[in-house]
């Protein structure tokens, strides 16, 4: 068993894996069409976010028994082509959702308590108290948009606080005893915040925008620790100046590049420039399950997962398979 890893990730990944019995080779730094050329020769690939792999790419793996990614969404896999030429796929949200709703708690306590707008006060010499009363969490009902690994997550961090939580998904009967799940109207009219946990997929892109924040009864926080082409900015922005949207803590956004490594080229388009200068506003480059622990443990998840499968899981393919 061929693995080839493609994003650098935590040592003990290969050094497991060693020790399995798969053999490991790693390139960091190959164009996509150089990976191409050579990826026949390898029964598992491990990805992170570095380029897509779509239908071509996935032609040319004719041994491709395994697609790992490390991280929780597979947008960056062409997945209903991949399961079609019977190739496994593997990733790890149980790595880093911890981390997620660690973060994303932060955010919204932060918001809450205008934390950015003081501090930056009290450091140019101003002492306004009044100007800063915040709100409490308690007081105030959560809705979580997503209620998978990472939605859950963030409700566990909720309870020791009185707020009432409130999640609305796609999928049925994904409620449980830190969240009530609604229908999306019910959701739309309860809810004070409003936090995103959701894959990128053809219904989440632009999910956010004008029409769907003016559906919601109150102006209400929101938190984005998903995925950043799920809001418009541009939207966003409008909400914001009108007082819409109370406030804002976006860890992904719009503008990042696929691999989530770089952020937009060029000149920054309006509303972002706009985001960065905001008091009710806090923006952090895509690090919400970007901790030391879970480094550690999206390794150990796509290892223990790889090592689940079995060598037996991993038998000699012909081309066309």
Known sequence: MRILHIDSNHPLMITQLSEAGFKNDTDYKSSKQEIEAKIANYDGIVIRSRFRIDKDFIDKATHLKFIARVGAGMENIDTEYAKSKGIVLISSPEGN?????????????????????????????????????????????VGII???????????????????????????????????QVP????????????????????TLNM???SFIEQFTKNFWLINTARGKSVNTHDLVQALQRGKILGAGLDVLEYEQSSFENFFKGTLPEPFTYLTKADNVILTPHIAGWTVESKTLLAQVIVDKIKALGHNHFLPMDDNA
């Open 146 to 180: 997503g209620y998978g690994n990472m939605g859950k997550a963030f409700a566990k961090k909720l309870r020791g606080f009185d707020c009432r939580v409130l999640c609305y998904d796609i999928k049925e009967n994904v409620g449980d005893a830190n969240a009530t």
């Open 97 to 141: 959702r911890n981390a997620v709703g660690n973060h994303t708690l932060a955010l919204l306590l932060a918001l809450l308590n205008k934390l950015k707008k003081a501090d930056k006060e009290v450091r140019s010499g101003l002492w306004l108290r009044e100007e800063n009363r915040g709100y409490e969490l308690d007081s105030l009902t």
């Open 208 to 210: 956010v925008n004008a």
């Open 184 to 203: 999306l109207e019910v959701f739309q009219k309860e809810v004070d915040v409003v936090s995103l946990h959701t894959p990128e997929t053809p219904l």
